[in-house]
């Protein structure tokens, strides 16, 4: 997906919201994700546990924020995230790179089929349980252009 922004191909340039998103309280590795993002040189957003679509896109709004990261380890993640692009898109976020990982479902499901139920619900980058943040650094890298 193209970035909504020209960038100077830095990424101090670039800022993302992150956060847990519905009921979920998990915050460890929310604090390595934002950890990892900002030692990466991005501008984060960290909206911390229990966070809604809401808050995610409020916040995006207010900071003019580039992309938007969706954690969630409680497996309650394809429920949380129903209608998420549709709600970014009318708030006037239209195509901001959403990205999604942790236990997004309940149970074990192969992952092609969990990815796939994620891009029709609109998301563009998602990741199963286990994914180091550097492959998601790097997708994040290749989306704005960002040289290392």
């Known amino acids: 997906m193209e970035s909504k922004k020209t960038t100077t191909g830095k990424a101090s340039d670039i800022t993302i919201v992150i956060g ?3 009921a979920d309280a998990h915050a460890v590795g ?11 040189g991005y501008h984060v957003i960290n909206l911390g ?4 679509q809401e808050q995610y896109i409020e916040a995006a709004i207010e900071t003019n ?3 938007i ?9 394809e429920i949380d995230c129903q209608g998420f692009r549709d709600k970014c898109d009318e708030a006037g976020l239209k195509g901001i790179p959403l990205f999604a990982g942790g236990n997004l479902v309940v149970g074990k499901q192969k992952f092609e089929d969990v990815l ?3 891009k029709k619900m609109g998301f ?3 990741y199963p349980p286990g994914t180091q943040i550097e492959t998601t650094i790097a997708d994040i890298d290749k989306t704005f252009g960002i040289k290392r």
Do not use: H, T
């Open 30 to 40: 929310n604090k390595i994700i934002d950890y990892a993002l900002n030692d990466a």
């Open 65 to 67: 924020a580039d992309a």
């Open 20 to 22: 847990v998103i519905g």
């Open 124 to 126: 563009d980058y998602v």
């Open 116 to 118: 796939e139920r994620f």
């Open 69 to 77: 990261l969706v954690s969630s380890m409680y497996g309650q993640g």
């Open 49 to 52: 546990v229990m966070v809604s």
